[in-house]
């Protein structure tokens, strides 16, 4: 008979518990990788790790054309576990409170129906177990060990603890936020507090830059548009009567497209140069790009939310603002991402992170179908 998610579910299960018993931090998932190595080798697949990747298996099964890439993240967190489970991380620091286990072990479950049916693929599947996504690296090192050459179409999740088990969140366009960093150093001149004229005071530039960066989102961005602006961090300054020569502040900006990610940089920076000259001290900005918009290809969305709706419950998701490096395939290769509900009790990251089992069959399905639908569409 041949196996279906409902026939392999235990085996998922068991998987996802091992996988969120021994988490690794980003680009150390060393055993991570020999687990999924020998996991895929015994279902048959052509093991085509990249030599460049450290961390991460690629493998592959069928043959020509076209092929269609499946990918899961494999990293955890610097996070100690309070979720009490029986099957809690036996790593010390480190937990999987994102979830990447629930998404290697639904892959490794879609693996497992696809090689069942490998003689009748039309095609080739690709699984793409990329390291590092928390880092927001590993994809780019995938793309650059060449890892994701030659294919057609790429897909993958995340998880939703805010969605229930079985549903299935699709939308055409930005699902998740583009990322970057930001630092901000003022420089000024240290005096006596009780003698303000004798020296540049970076403190009252860093609280009026910090008010005016707010104006970003309200007068510069266009309000049909998305956009935060957060300062998160600020430091200056170490005893109560002097006033010091430096104040640091750092912070991020999400955005959902290219316009609205220019316009946020390129206002962050007059803005932080405009105060410092105001108060006439001297600003360095650091700016760190990171992922950019997880941009859903139209196209190929309208196919895979006609087939998730014949088989699967489709939601249509609120966008987040999180970012996701799976943006660094995306903005390459036709790609589609999809929220997996896996009803969890808090959110990603929180150290006390449950999430469904039952959410595992519906990923697994999800893969499986949207797999074999690409490879006869496309
Ligand atoms: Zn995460
Ligand atoms: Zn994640």
Avoid at 198 to 205: E, L, M, Q, S, T
Avoid at 268 to 286: K, M, R
């Amino acid at each position: 008979m041949a196996k279906t998610a409902t026939s392999i579910n235990q085996t998922v299960i068991e998987t996802r518990h091992y996988l969120h018993q021994h988490p690794e931090v980003s680009d150390h998932e060393f055993e991570t990788t020999k687990y999924i190595t020998k996991r895929l080798e015994i279902l048959g697949y052509r093991i085509i790790t990249p030599k460049g990747l450290n961390t991460g298996v690629i493998a592959e099964i069928g043959s020509g054309h076209p092929v269609i890439a499946l990918r899961s993240d494999i990293d955890a967190l610097p996070i100690q576990e309070t979720t009490g489970l029986s099957f809690a991380s036996e790593n010390k620091g480190v937990m999987h409170a994102c979830g990447h286990d629930f998404h290697m072990a639904s892959l490794l479950g879609a693996a497992e129906l696809l090689a069942d049916e490998q003689d009748s693929l039309k095609g080739t599947i690709r699984l793409v177990f990329q390291p590092a996504e928390e880092t927001h690296v590993g994809a780019q090192e995938v793309v650059h060990a060449g890892g994701v050459n030659g294919i057609d179409a790429i897909f993958g999740f995340h998880n939703k603890p805010d969605l229930k088990a079985g549903d299935i969140g699709l939308l055409p366009g930005g699902l998740m936020a583009a990322v970057d960093q930001f630092t901000v150093t003022f420089t000024g001149v240290g005096t006596h507090a009780a003698m303000p004229q004798f020296g540049k005071d970076p403190i009252i530039a860093l609280t009026s830059t910090v008010n005016a960066l707010q104006t970003i989102v309200s007068r510069n961005e266009d309000p049909q548009k998305t956009a935060v602006v957060s300062v998160t961090h600020i430091d200056g300054g170490n005893t109560w009567n002097v006033l010091p020569e430096k104040a640091w502040f750092e912070g991020t900006v999400r955005t959902f497209d290219h316009d609205a990610r220019a316009v946020a940089k390129k206002q962050f920076i007059e803005i932080v140069n405009g105060q410092a000259a105001s108060f006439g001290v001297t600003a360095n900005i650091e700016w760190v790009e990171g992922p950019d918009v997880v941009n859903n290809d139209a196209k190929l969305t309208k196919i895979v939310e006609d087939e998730t709706q014949k088989h699967l419950n489709l939601v249509r998701p609120q966008p987040s603002n999180a970012g996701e490096d799976f943006a660094f395939f995306s903005q390459r290769i036709p790609s589609v991402f999809a929220f997996v509900g896996s009803n969890g009790n808090s959110d990603w990251h929180h150290s006390d992170l449950k999430l469904d089992d039952n959410g595992l069959a519906p990923a697994v399905n999800w893969y499986y179908y949207v797999a074999k639908r690409l490879l006869s569409e496309l």
